[in-house]
């Protein structure tokens, strides 16, 4: 069965979007895109505007071989992919690329079995807005610091990163003068730690761009249209 070029680059989009954070494994079905690395740090969950397509569910693993293989199809002439289904199942067993004598196998996953939620656990509650002079200052923080994690407060000071060495030294930038509330009943002082290079990573896609921060402390970034929540660690 034939696929579509629209859903094949939507695909690779997620695809793309899931390598940023080192997520390796995702589910692609109706409505619905959803994946988790595999240190549950990060998450990939989107919900709006899915692809529409009649093939069945996606269950993606080893993500990097995939797109490697895409790479390599993709570049024959007359490249087209074809996904089969086998009677009876509801999601791709595998994704079959061709080009111009060239024929590259990929085996999907059963989506029932890939660790991706079905559903946040959150509720967003402030917005902040990004710079690109904080990201820069981030990335250097952090080797200036050789911090793993980063710590994001919004007090009545503003919005600031701090980072700690291992000697508690600190370094501090504030970025945004405050965060902007959801709703009148949000909550817009927190403070809450993330992996210092899974953010860095997420923000380097867009440096002018927003994160929202939910009542218990998760960080949501769009990424290439696609959602990805970033975790808070103790």
Request: a negative charge.
């Given at each position: 069965?034939?696929l579509?070029?629209?859903v094949?680059?939507y695909?690779?989009n997620?695809?793309?979007t899931?390598?940023?954070?080192?997520?390796?494994?995702?589910?692609?079905?109706?409505?619905?895109?959803?994946?988790?690395n595999?240190?549950?740090?990060?998450?990939?969950?989107h919900?709006?505007?899915v692809?529409?397509?009649?093939?069945?569910?996606?269950?993606?693993?080893?993500?990097?071989?995939?797109?490697a293989?895409?790479d390599?199809?993709?570049?024959?002439?007359?490249?087209?992919?074809e996904?089969?289904?086998?009677?009876?199942?509801?999601?791709?067993?595998?994704?079959?690329?061709?080009g111009?004598?060239t024929?590259?196998?990929?085996?999907c996953?059963?989506?029932d079995?890939i660790?991706a939620?079905?559903?946040?656990n959150?509720e967003?509650?402030?917005?902040?807005?990004?710079?690109?002079?904080?990201?820069?200052l981030?990335?250097?923080?952090?080797s200036?610091?050789?911090s793993?994690?980063v710590?994001?407060?919004?007090n009545?000071?503003?919005?600031?990163?701090?980072?700690?060495?291992?000697?508690?030294?600190?370094f501090?930038?504030?970025?945004?003068?405050?965060?902007?509330?959801?709703?009148?009943?949000?909550?817009?002082?927190?403070a809450h730690?993330?992996?210092?290079?899974?953010?860095?990573?997420?923000?380097?896609?867009?440096m002018s761009?927003?994160?929202?921060?939910?009542?218990?402390?998760?960080?949501q970034?769009?990424?290439?249209?696609?959602?990805?929540?970033?975790?808070?660690?103790?």
């Amino acid at each position: 069965m034939k696929l579509d070029p629209e859903v094949t680059a939507y695909i690779l989009n997620v695809v793309n979007t899931c390598k940023i954070v080192d997520i390796q494994s995702v589910v692609i079905e109706d409505g619905m895109v959803r994946g988790m690395n595999d240190d549950t740090t990060v998450v990939i969950f989107h919900d709006e505007d899915v692809i529409e397509q009649n093939h069945g569910a996606f269950g993606l693993t080893r993500l990097n071989e995939l797109k490697a293989r895409y790479d390599i199809a993709s570049s024959c002439q007359n490249f087209s992919v074809e996904v089969i289904v086998k009677e009876n199942e509801d999601f791709v067993r595998s994704i079959i690329m061709k080009g111009k004598g060239t024929k590259v196998d990929y085996r999907c996953g059963k989506p029932d079995q890939i660790k991706a939620p079905r559903q946040i656990n959150d509720e967003m509650q402030a917005i902040v807005p990004l710079t690109e002079e904080a990201v820069n200052l981030l990335q250097k923080g952090a080797s200036a610091m050789g911090s793993e994690f980063v710590s994001i407060i919004s007090n009545d000071d503003g919005v600031s990163f701090e980072l700690a060495d291992v000697n508690n030294d600190v370094f501090k930038h504030t970025f945004a003068d405050k965060a902007i509330a959801i709703d009148p009943e949000s909550k817009i002082k927190f403070a809450h730690r993330y992996p210092i290079k899974t953010i860095i990573a997420m923000f380097k896609q867009n440096m002018s761009g927003t994160f929202a921060v939910g009542a218990k402390g998760m960080l949501q970034f769009p990424v290439n249209g696609l959602n990805l929540y970033l975790l808070p660690q103790v």
